[in-house]
């Protein structure tokens, strides 16, 4: 039974289907429900942006090593209640958004010291007693924390006791987003370390300012209520009058007001606590938060600040109402760019931010309240999950977030009913909300709800002419030999971003001669065929190239680039090699978390030429994607052998069977991927499926011939 399977499906499926659902725990956040903000990837770009919201981890750095257990870890901020709400407190495993620096976790703006010298905004202050910890989990943590590009705060020098707080040290503390008291045995012996957590309470005020707390060697009953030796250094203080009461008073307050959130508690682990491990865990917390608040845009958009302008001034940036703006154009128009931008510069104010992105592509199916459940995963930051319909969502939504003050981005809406299950009323978010919602229909951004809507036209010729240039000269203008070229070139692109940027990079270190040779084939396509000036791109793509830019347009968007090397690679090929062509000529961006994106249009091309070739006929299709037509495929028998890759979603609420034959038949099937839970997939064969991982294994055992375990 085993060799007849194996014969029929050919054994590099089973691998096909390890690697996606392990390539899916890593890396893909296109799925409802996942407490990430960046999620889609389809990003109308005026010059090539690329969406990254991913929490898919941070690079090893160099910490104490070991295996490790679960280091206690949530955290909240300054104030005592460790319900939901931001501002009392952060939900266990998941600290609260911060306004992060676009891209990430990188401290890119600059101040200048009193001495001259430029130093970054700093994002995490590190307080802590120097001798009990610095040679340490600070040092651990400082190190880390610089790695990853994330500006970091922490004094080398000795402190001594009685110095006025320096501006320098209060600077630090006022910019960051993050702020981590290190609570250690003899941290409130220090002066300086109670007058830092005294001015960290009174930061939390601002909002996306939060605590962290680590309890190190010390219980955070010690640090809450003074007791043991936070209580011999408190009557030291007294003793020796080293300040007045009151102010001592400010210090055992804040340490009470600190002591209350829930922060990591590696003090009960006692000697056993693992550094290393926990280092790790912080360190992925930390850079994930950071950047979440704002999206990455390209550097070679043209032309976006009168938009961007005209439409802040439509949301209203002093205004404390309630705001739903609406901005339409045609597709590769730039509308996600502009939006993103918008986005960011909102975001620092905005303690709640949630970016639901390809509304029109993830609606699809039960999209809807995987959208949902996103939106409210992201505000309330812990996961959301116990949703069964859409009408359900729409009440948690209308309860749940009805008092947070939330920047949402809903970015290419297709359907208005889109907008009512996710913020139909203005009244389901809290006062001072700002929505920003980006369609190809103005239709349907003409309702009741939405203030106003802005119209984003193409590029005027200079603008054009610039964005070709960038692409296709890697400057801001055309060389002087190549000015008529140019100018047809943006003829033919209309004013529209995408296509001057892809046609631009295909003419990239091209000969006039080529210039001439494609320019003409782009002037014979009508000029409303968008989409067939596109596909010129592709045809001058290998064959190689081109499965692999329909893998990527029907399966692969917001995939780890490493691993699709890996699932590509084969002897005497060098998929590296080939995605980095796709990549210069625009066809993919590989964004900052080393994911692959495609535009949407660029996206329905590649989908469109695949039902094309099969005439339509889904059992000749080599991709199906699909997942409803995917399993309308299992069920039939004959026929299929043409199917290369298949997607099947799993829905745990309904039961799924397949037939031997029904596999049998897809002899060409190169991988499965499936999303979702095994536990309602049955077959009435048995199945050999090789390291598959415990939690997608069929519950019902007899369906299992054998089970090679993770490696």
């Given at each position: 039974m085993?060799?007849?399977?194996f014969?029929s499906?050919?054994?590099?499926v089973?691998a096909?289907?390890l690697f996606l659902?392990f390539?899916?725990?890593r890396?893909?956040e296109?799925?409802?429900?996942e407490?990430?903000?960046n ?8 010059g ?7 929490s898919?981890?941070?690079p090893?750095?160099a910490?104490s090593?070991g295996?490790a257990?679960?280091a206690?870890a949530?955290?909240g901020?300054a104030?005592?209640?460790s ?6 407190g952060v939900?266990e495993n998941?600290?609260?958004?911060t306004?992060?620096?676009?891209g990430?976790?990188s ?5 200048t ?9 700093y ?6 007693r120097?001798p009990d910890?610095?040679a340490?989990?600070?040092?651990y943590?400082?190190t880390?924390?610089?790695d990853?590009?994330i500006c970091?705060?922490?004094d080398?020098e000795?402190l001594?006791e009685?110095?006025e ?7 630090a503390?006022?910019?960051s ?8 045995k ?10 830092e957590a005294a ?14 707390p680590?309890f ?5 009953v ?7 030796g936070y209580k ?15 102010t ?5 307050a804040?340490?009470?007001a600190?002591?209350?959130?829930k922060?990591w508690?590696?003090?009960k ?21 950071l950047?979440k608040?704002s ?8 032309g ?7 439409i802040m ?8 109402e309630t705001?739903i ?7 590769g128009?730039?509308?996600?760019t ?5 986005y960011?510069?909102?975001?620092h ?11 029109r ?10 959208l949902?459940?996103?939106?409210i995963s992201?505000?309330?930051?812990r996961?959301?999950t116990d949703?069964n319909?859409?009408?359900e969502?729409i009440?948690t ?13 809903l970015?290419d809406?297709e ?10 009323k ?9 929505i920003?919602?980006?369609s190809?229909?103005?239709d349907v951004l003409?309702v009741?709800e939405?203030?106003d ?6 590029m005027n010729?200079?603008q054009?002419l ?6 296709a000269f890697?400057?801001d203008?055309?060389?002087?030999e190549?000015i ?15 296509a001057?940027?892809?046609?631009g990079s295909l003419?990239?270190c ?6 001439e040779a494609t ?11 968008i ?11 290998n ?8 893998d990527?347009?029907c ?17 005497n ?7 980095e062509?796709?990549h210069?000529?625009s066809l993919?961006?590989?964004n900052?978390d080393?994911e ?20 339509m006929?889904i059992e000749?299709?080599?991709?199906v994607w ?8 299992l069920?039939k028998?004959k ?10 979603k ?6 799924y ?6 596999l049998e038949?897809?002899?060409g ?5 499936v999303e979702?839970?095994?536990e309602?997939f ?5 199945l ?8 997608v ?9 054998g089970?090679?375990g993770?490696?």
């Amino acid at each position: 039974m085993i060799s007849e399977l194996f014969s029929s499906l050919a054994a590099p499926v089973f691998a096909a289907v390890l690697f996606l659902f392990f390539l899916k725990s890593r890396s893909r956040e296109i799925n409802g429900g996942e407490a990430s903000s960046n999620a889609a990837r389809n990003d109308g770009t005026a010059g090539g942006a690329s969406s990254t919201h991913s929490s898919t981890g941070v690079p090893e750095t160099a910490t104490s090593a070991g295996p490790a257990k679960d280091a206690a870890a949530t955290d909240g901020t300054a104030g005592g209640d460790s319900g939901a709400h931001s501002s009392t407190g952060v939900p266990e495993n998941e600290m609260a958004t911060t306004s992060g620096t676009a891209g990430g976790a990188s401290g890119t703006h600059t101040s200048t010291e009193g001495d001259g010298t430029a130093t970054c905004e700093y994002e995490v202050f590190l307080s802590f007693r120097g001798p009990d910890t610095r040679a340490g989990i600070t040092n651990y943590l400082y190190t880390g924390l610089t790695d990853l590009g994330i500006c970091t705060f922490k004094d080398d020098e000795d402190l001594r006791e009685g110095e006025e707080f320096a501006p320098k040290l209060l600077r630090a503390i006022m910019q960051s987003k993050i702020l981590v008291p290190i609570f250690s045995k003899n941290y409130a012996s220090s002066v300086w370390c109670l007058k830092e957590a005294a001015q960290m309470v009174e930061c939390t005020k601002i909002e996306g300012r939060k605590i962290v707390p680590i309890f190190y060697d010390v219980a955070p009953v010690e640090v809450r209520y003074q007791t043991g030796g936070y209580k011999e250094a408190f009557l030291l203080h007294e003793k020796k009058k080293r300040r007045d009461e009151k102010t001592i008073g400010e210090w055992k307050a804040a340490l009470s007001a600190v002591g209350e959130i829930k922060g990591w508690d590696l003090h009960k682990e006692g000697e056993n606590r693992r550094e290393g491990e926990f280092v790790k865990k912080f360190l992925r917390r930390v850079f994930n938060e950071l950047k979440k608040a704002s999206l990455v845009v390209s550097d070679n958009f043209v032309g976006v600040d009168k938009h961007v302008d005209a439409i802040m001034e439509k949301i209203g940036t002093k205004t404390s109402e309630t705001r739903i703006i609406g901005i339409h154009g045609m597709g590769g128009i730039g509308k996600t760019t502009i939006a993103k931008v918008i986005y960011n510069k909102f975001s620092h104010d905005f303690e709640n931010c949630c970016f639901l992105g390809d509304v029109r592509e993830r609606s699809k199916g039960n999209g809807i309240q995987c959208l949902q459940k996103q939106l409210i995963s992201n505000i309330l930051k812990r996961e959301c999950t116990d949703i069964n319909d859409i009408h359900e969502g729409i009440q948690t939504i209308k309860v749940m977030l009805s008092n947070k003050r939330v920047l949402l981005l809903l970015d290419d809406v297709e359907e208005a009913n889109h907008i009512d299950a996710l913020v139909c009323k203005r009244d389901w978010l809290g006062k001072g909300s700002k929505i920003i919602i980006t369609s190809r229909r103005i239709d349907v951004l003409k309702v009741p709800e939405v203030d106003d809507c802005y119209e984003l036209t193409g590029m005027n010729r200079d603008q054009s002419l610039q964005l070709l240039s960038k692409h296709a000269f890697r400057r801001d203008s055309p060389s002087d030999e190549y000015i008529n070229q140019s100018n047809r070139a943006i003829d033919i692109a209309g004013g529209l971003p995408l296509a001057l940027e892809v046609i631009g990079s295909l003419l990239y270190c091209t000969k006039k001669e080529m210039w001439e040779a494609t320019l003409k084939m782009l002037e014979s396509v009508p000029h409303d065929k968008i989409q067939s000036k596109l596909k010129i791109s592709y045809d001058a793509l290998n064959l190689r190239q081109q499965h692999m830019f329909l893998d990527i347009a029907c399966f692969f968007i917001g995939y780890d680039k490493d691993i699709l090397v890996l699932f590509w690679d084969e002897p005497n090929f060098y998929p590296e090699v080939a995605m980095e062509d796709l990549h210069n000529k625009s066809l993919i961006k590989i964004n900052e978390d080393n994911e692959v994106w495609m535009h949407d249009l660029l996206r329905d091309l590649g989908r469109e030429m695949v039902r094309e070739k099969s005439c339509m006929n889904i059992e000749k299709q080599s991709r199906v994607w699909d997942h409803k037509q995917g399993f309308d495929l299992l069920r039939k028998h004959k026929g299929k052998k043409e199917v290369e890759a298949l997607h099947l979603k799993l829905d745990h609420q309904q039961q799924y069977w397949f037939t031997y034959e029904g596999l049998e038949s897809l002899s060409g099937l190169r991988f499965l991927d499936v999303e979702g839970s095994m536990e309602n997939f049955h077959a009435e064969e048995r199945l050999c499926w090789h390291d598959s991982p415990s939690n997608v294994l069929p519950t019902n055992e007899n369906s299992i011939i054998g089970r090679d375990g993770p490696t």
